[in-house]
């Protein structure tokens, strides 16, 4: 698709036929259906795999903690269990489809990417690449800030199952000893526990991704920059800055997934 801009751009700017260009044009458009497909394809593919995965994962995970000691679950309520079996099971399937659909193709991606840039202008290639890795070194880094936060999120929302199966399945003797007022007391302060850990948890996810959008702002324009000051030398064509990066003709965002499925990595962490 970078190529067929290319060429687009270099056949107009040189005075391209009309019919050509729409040719050109059709087959760009081709490739972004049969783009979207694929992705869809493996949409499908890794939902199904992952959810296949976890329902196993699920069974043995609910094997294991029935077979526990009774200390274990006198510390641990049915309804908390309950939670972290299904719940944190369920934000490993999330991740999985998250790694496959978005991590796995972004890689393979900003690998293609760097390989068509260093072909195409070795100068452009190095600070891309080095953009990159400094990049990825900072959103590593950013990730252990995240991650206890998301655990202390998934902890709270235990904790908030948990304290309604037990009021649930005692209500008749919570009613019986005049226990309503402190039972929805009780509720009320986890339900504010889990209401602090989800906000501090969507507060850093969002710094993430804004983190995130600035810093692919930031290398779309440097690219640009040094593919225009290249080309005013005249070893790039007008074409050419729009061919290594397939991001330049839409609007500044990170690269798919990457930053969008922060929140599935933190919960799966």
Not at 38 to 53: E, K, P, Q, V
Not at 169 to 187: M, N, S
Request: positive net charge; aromatic residues 6%; proline residues 4%.
């Amino acid at each position: 698709m970078p190529q067929l801009t290319r060429r687009f751009v270099d056949d107009a700017a040189g005075g391209a036929g009309l019919r050509h260009l729409t040719l050109v044009a059709l087959g760009y458009l081709a490739l972004a259906v049969a783009g979207q497909a694929a992705r869809m394809a493996t949409a499908w593919l890794a939902g199904r795999l992952a959810w296949d995965g976890t329902n196993r994962l699920r069974e043995r995970l609910a094997g294991h903690a029935l077979g526990l000691d009774l200390s274990f679950h006198g510390r641990h309520t049915p309804g908390e269990l309950i939670e972290r079996v299904d719940g944190d099971v369920a934000a490993v399937a999330d991740f999985v489809v998250a790694f496959l659909l978005d991590v796995v193709a972004s890689v393979l991606l900003l690998s293609g990417v760097v390989v068509v840039v260093l072909a195409v202008d070795w100068r452009i290639g190095a600070v891309l690449l080095a953009y990159c890795l400094l990049v990825g070194y900072g959103m590593a880094r950013a990730q252990r800030l995240a991650v206890p936060s998301a655990a202390r999120s998934r902890a709270a929302g235990a904790t908030l199952f948990g304290t309604l199966e037990e009021r649930l399945a005692g209500a008749e003797d919570l009613r019986a000893i005049g226990a309503g007022e402190h039972t929805v007391r009780r509720f009320h302060q986890v339900s504010a526990a889990l209401f602090r850990a989800e906000h501090r948890d969507a507060r850093i996810g969002t710094m993430l991704l804004a983190g995130t959008s600035v810093a692919f702002a930031a290398g779309t324009a440097i690219m640009l920059s040094l593919a225009a000051w290249i080309m005013e030398t005249g070893a790039l064509t007008a074409g050419r800055p729009l061919r290594p990066s397939p991001g330049t003709h839409r609007p500044p965002r990170p690269s798919p997934g990457t930053a969008t499925r922060c929140a599935c990595s933190k919960r799966a962490g």
